[in-house]
């Protein structure tokens, strides 16, 4: 089960990632990349469904007319993200990636639905898979230029934390399970003659494009909703204040993050005989040290005193 207190990408990730303009190329490359092969596929698997007529040829082509058309959208969500702040967007435009994240896991669940009902009509009147040897040669090129692409996305990943790339990787990791499964029920019914296998196969692979979609919308809402930041990454925020020798306390840290940026707001709680400047310059210290750690994290810091009673939030 995915962790829903983070999103796709992994968490581990978040304080590792590349400033803005370093990341911005390296996922808009992402993006032109997934729908180049994404284009070369439909092309190559049309010609294939046309020449075998496989359901579980036709069942993949769905796809990857799907996967060019969410990559499309990611294509316009990752420019727009990369956006700077404006005066109508003082936090970014961030959230793009969400949405079309939201977009991805539309496209992709309704590909698993018109699978379902090509397959249970092809259950119901099964048919012969003709000319399967292209079937097959045609899935090793899927499965070669689709490992590539999920190879680079995953590099993308580890540098930039974007949930659009990662939404854009999730559903070709699995097309790569799609395509092995359409050589096996060619193979099944070629050499087998078991005429069923290739719609059953087909049906199979719609539940898991459903469950791979219903992922990628779980993770889009949380970045909506502002989820909190992994468990871990919040805990260091709090050891790196915390480190600072004059912060005696912490509290209502709270974080969120936005695409690639993030945001981490907190309370320190420092002796309250200090000066307003001497509290400033050590808030300073603090966001710098916080930066250094998340490279792109915007931090609000708000300084207490010890000792002084006033209405926390509830979460820590």
Known sequence: MMDT?????????????????????????????????????????????????????????????????????????????????????????????????????????????????????????????????????????AIVLTIALVAFQRYVVRKTGSIAITADSAHYRMDVLVNLSVIVSLLLVSELGLVWADPAFAIAIAGYILWGAWQIGTASMNMLMDRELPDGDRQRIREIALAHPAVVGIHDLRTRSAGNQLFIQMHLEMNGDITLHDAHVISDQVEASVMKAFPNAQVLIHEDPEGVNEQRAVFR
């Open 5 to 141: 207190r983070q999103p796709i990408a992994d968490s581990a990730s978040v304080a590792r990632r590349l400033p803005s303009d370093e990341a911005g190329p390296l996922m808009k490359l992402a993006t032109y990349a997934s729908v180049t092969v994404a284009t070369v596929l439909i092309v190559a698997k049309a010609a294939a469904w046309v020449l075998t007529d496989s359901v579980s040829m036709l069942s993949t082509l769905i796809d990857s007319l799907l996967d060019v058309g969410a990559s499309l959208v990611n294509l316009i969500a990752v420019r727009h993200a990369l956006e700077p702040a404006d005066k109508e967007h003082r936090f970014g435009h961030g959230k793009a990636e969400a949405l079309a994240g939201l977009a991805q896991a539309a496209f992709i669940g309704g590909s698993a639905m018109f699978l379902v009902v090509q397959a249970g009509e092809r259950l119901i009147n099964p048919r012969y898979v003709v000319n399967t040897e292209i079937g097959h040669w045609v899935m090793v090129l």
